[in-house]
């Protein structure tokens, strides 16, 4: 059963936006603190932003400065992360997942960002 599935992706010019979804298929989805993690060409994944299950706290890489909007709807079971300015170093795969990671990856979501 696929649990978690990323969309949103794309090719964006520096300076541009992206708002990227994840649809999570995960019983305890409404208690879980769910991230958003990335990783680049030949580069380990990395921490983005992490929400927790309320939405009340959010958490972010500190290389963001202030560029990305971690969200959440539990209603629909789904996980935002809305992205600002972008710099061709936000160039990477995208994932969600709970954080820690405790749920097989998807397929993650391509954003590549031209200069």
């Known amino acids: 059963q696929v649990q978690l599935v990323e969309s949103g992706g794309g090719l964006v010019q520096a300076g541009g936006s992206l708002r990227l979804s994840c649809a999570a298929s995960?019983?305890?989805?409404?208690?879980?603190?769910m991230g958003w993690f990335r990783q680049a060409p030949g580069k380990e994944r990395e921490f983005v932003a992490h929400?927790?299950?309320?939405?009340?706290?959010?958490r972010y890489a500190d290389s963001l400065k202030g560029r990305f909007t971690i969200s959440r709807d539990n209603a629909k079971n789904m996980v935002y992360l809305q992205m600002d300015s972008l710099t061709p170093e936000d160039t990477a795969l995208y994932y969600c997942?709970?954080?820690?990671?405790?749920?097989?990856w998807g397929q993650g979501t391509q954003v590549t960002v031209s200069s």
């Open positions: 997942n709970t954080n820690p990671p405790s749920r097989p």
């Open positions: 995960i019983r305890s989805f409404s208690s879980a603190t």
């Open positions: 929400i927790s299950w309320s939405g009340g706290v959010t």
